[in-house]
């Protein structure tokens, strides 16, 4: 196992444009976060999954953000209507349950909206 | 959730022990300490974790007061590549609560030669 992937590693998108990310965990972990990072900024938790439920939500995802796991394996984020504040890395992460070792994180995936 | 503080910043030069002391006064007793490194461009990764007294690791040392309402990340002997963000976070590993671990402004570490 490579560690957590993430895909693209950058995007450049015009503002309005949808865009989605995808995170593939470590196969054995059952639980996948996304977190948002800005310049300067520590990551900023989006979401959670236990397996494919998805059982948190931060206030800041608004309704704009969408969040998959189907079959508990890889997830998607999606972003629908982009606004130049999307700007950021979009960060994801996986754990086992329970887990002494902390999250494994992926490089990210840069997006800048234009 | 229990918050952090933990200084901005740092310097320190190539050789030197290096300690960073993170506070965390409303830490609950389900809740673990966790240090994360992260480089530019790159995400966090995970250096340590412990609950009380004292923790060691290839890379470092964690020390927890009894109270723990503090903890000091020691780094023996940092060398250029240690020049990073380190990340103090208390949060419940398990998750019974919905308790996320949540990450602070972080301390910046910057190792001269």
């Known amino acids: 196992d490579t560690g957590v992937s993430q895909d693209p590693r950058h995007k450049i998108t015009k503002r309005g444009q949808n865009v989605t990310f995808r995170c593939d965990p470590i196969?054995?972990?059952?639980?996948l976060y996304w977190y948002r990072q800005t310049l300067g900024q520590g990551p900023e938790f989006l979401t959670y999954?236990?397996?494919?439920?998805?059982?948190?939500k931060s206030r800041l995802l608004s309704d704009r953000f969408s969040a998959e796991r189907p079959k508990g394996s890889f997830s998607t984020l999606e972003i629908q209507r982009t606004e130049q504040g999307d700007s950021a890395m979009y960060l994801c992460?996986?754990?086992?349950?329970?887990?002494?070792?902390?999250?494994?994180f992926g490089s990210g995936t840069r997006l800048t909206v234009v | 959730l229990a918050k952090t503080t933990q200084p901005i910043s740092m310097d320190s030069y190539e050789g030197q022990e290096v300690n960073i002391t993170c506070s965390h006064n409303?830490?609950?007793?389900?809740?673990?300490i966790t240090w994360y490194q992260q480089f530019p461009s790159q995400g966090p990764r995970f250096i340590i974790q412990g609950y009380k007294t004292k923790v060691t690791n290839e890379v470092a040392s964690l020390f927890i007061p009894a109270d723990r309402k503090s903890s000091t990340l020691s780094l023996p002997r940092v060398s250029l590549s240690d020049t990073a963000v380190y990340y103090c976070l208390v949060g419940d590993q398990d998750n019974n609560a919905g308790n996320m671990l949540t990450f602070g402004g972080g301390t910046r570490l910057m190792v001269k030669p």
């Open positions: 999954f236990q397996n494919e439920a998805q059982l948190e």
């Open positions: 992460a996986s754990s086992s349950t329970p887990h002494r070792d902390g999250y494994t």
């Open positions: 409303n830490i609950a007793t389900n809740d673990y």
């Open positions: 196969s054995e972990h059952n639980r």
